[in-house]
């Protein structure tokens, strides 16, 4: 049983156990120990455990973790089986290659529609996808009652189109906006993505070992 509490540092840990234990999988490796998942992932074998045992006990003493069983558990508490509906709001640039480029379904979620203000952009196709003015943001909530937004918007708008959305019954945001949403846990869930930081990140770590 899934235990209370759970750190935000072990839940960012999940997607890279799945991802790596999926590769594991399609080569055909049946079993592994927590030190060498550890080994391969720049880890230590207890952190791996207690992260796990966050979530149940998955592992056998002498025999380690089978990486089926364990990957699959994980795709359940992950919750990559929900198959939720998503929406993208905002079709430039960014918006079009996240359209056309993520496996929505393999991560969770089905792309139900695409939004934008821009009158030149609506009415053209992205990734199958007819993109719908914002004014038809409303009648395609309660209709389709999509679950997450991917905001793809000026930071300008990014709050107010927020409210907006979760007033329409949506649940969680991937949020490229370049800001940082107000919102309130326990009814919405935001997970800010800064792509610069990622690249200051990569600039830091090149600048530290060429000094």
């Given at each position: 049983m899934q235990k209370t509490s759970i750190?935000?540092?072990?839940?960012?840990?999940?997607?890279?156990?799945?991802?790596?234990?999926?590769a594991l999988e399609r080569i055909g490796q049946e079993r592994i120990s927590s030190k060498e998942l550890a080994s391969q992932l720049g880890l230590t074998a207890s952190q791996i455990r207690q992260d796990l045992n966050c979530f149940g006990e998955f592992g056998q003493q002498g025999y380690g973790y089978n990486i089926s069983a364990l990957r699959k558990q994980l795709k359940i508490i992950i919750g990559l089986e929900k198959k939720r509906s998503a929406i993208i709001v905002g079709a430039g640039n960014l918006g079009k290659v996240i359209a056309?480029?993520?496996?929505?379904?393999?991560f969770g979620f089905c792309l139900s529609g695409i939004f934008d203000i821009?009158?030149?952009?609506?009415?053209?196709?992205?990734?199958?996808?007819?993109v719908k003015h914002m004014s038809e943001l409303l009648s395609f909530c309660q209709r389709e009652k999509p679950f997450v937004a991917v905001l793809c918007i000026p930071q300008e708008a990014a709050?107010?189109?927020a409210d907006t959305?979760?007033?329409?019954?949506?649940?969680?945001?991937?949020?490229?906006?370049?800001?940082?949403?107000?919102a309130d846990p326990e009814i919405t869930q935001v997970e800010n993505v800064h792509l610069g930081d990622s690249l200051m990140m990569l600039s830091y770590r090149v600048t530290k070992n060429n000094k």
């Open positions: 750190s935000e540092s072990v839940i960012r840990r999940l997607p890279r156990y799945y991802r790596f234990l999926s056309a480029n993520i496996d929505f379904e393999s821009d009158h030149e952009i609506c009415g053209k196709e992205i990734a199958g996808f007819t709050q107010e189109t959305l979760i007033a329409l019954g949506i649940k969680g945001f991937w949020n490229f906006s370049h800001c940082d949403l107000n």
